[in-house]
């Protein structure tokens, strides 16, 4: 079974400061991918970055970086100079990859930032 | 390109009647997904399609929920008799690729709100 924990509910941060939001996970699978996503208040999913468990490197997608740590099992988000905008919920999210598996999204209960100005 | 396409956005409904929910993925995409999201919650998958065939049904509440994907395109999601406790988000995502296929990540639709009164 695979399970994903986002253990702050909410996050508050200064407007053009940077934010990690925590996401561990657990797995027994060797191949997997971890998602983070971006649900602002009007409803749509928005995703944000990618992380395999075979990458070497962190990913960074302009403001977004992924923190990956391995062997602890994590993979924090880090949003660099917030931006009102910024406020929303975010999910984090595992996908396992190994054969057999059905390659779903499992989800964590989500972290709601809120941008202060 | 057009995303994915659920309705109707917002229905409300009183308990023990019938709904039904729509999704067209994007073109191409063979893996489509019926999530359920509470408010508050993370999106929890309710059942998984490859093509017309299901991937993924259980944790789909079979004695209520039903869902079809024919031609493997559009997909109906249905609830008959509709409880209290439905009330959420139902979003539908779709997938560029298969099980044997890379990470490819999924892309959501608005989703449709269902208030059960």
């Known amino acids: 079974a695979q399970k994903i924990t986002q253990t702050q509910p909410g996050m508050f941060v200064q407007e053009k400061e940077a934010v990690t939001l925590d996401c561990t996970y657990d797995t027994s699978d060797p191949s997997y991918g971890l998602f983070w996503y971006k649900q602002p208040s009007s409803g749509e999913m928005i995703f944000l970055i990618y992380q395999g468990s075979y990458d070497q490197q962190n990913a960074t997608e302009g403001r977004y970086s992924l923190n990956f740590q391995k062997a602890r099992k994590s993979a924090n988000l880090v949003i660099s100079a917030s931006q009102l905008g910024d406020s929303a919920m975010y999910f984090c999210a595992m996908r396992r990859f190994s054969s057999g598996s059905a390659r779903q999204l499992t989800f964590g209960s989500g972290t709601q930032l809120t941008v202060l100005p | 390109e057009a995303g994915v396409a659920q309705s109707p956005r917002y229905k409300i409904i009183e308990k023990r009647q019938s709904v039904a929910f729509w999704c067209n993925p994007i073109?191409?995409?063979?893996?489509l997904y019926w999530y359920q999201q509470i408010l508050g919650q993370g999106p929890k998958l309710l059942i998984q399609f490859q093509n017309n065939g299901v991937v993924d049904d259980s944790q789909l509440p079979k004695d209520r929920f039903s869902a079809e994907r024919l031609k493997g395109v559009d997909s109906t999601l249905k609830i008959q008799p509709a409880k209290l406790e439905d009330s959420a988000v139902y979003l539908c995502a779709s997938s560029q690729g298969g099980l044997a296929g890379g990470p490819g990540e999924l892309f959501f639709g608005e989703g449709s709100r269902l208030t059960v009164l």
């Open positions: 073109s191409g995409h063979a893996t």
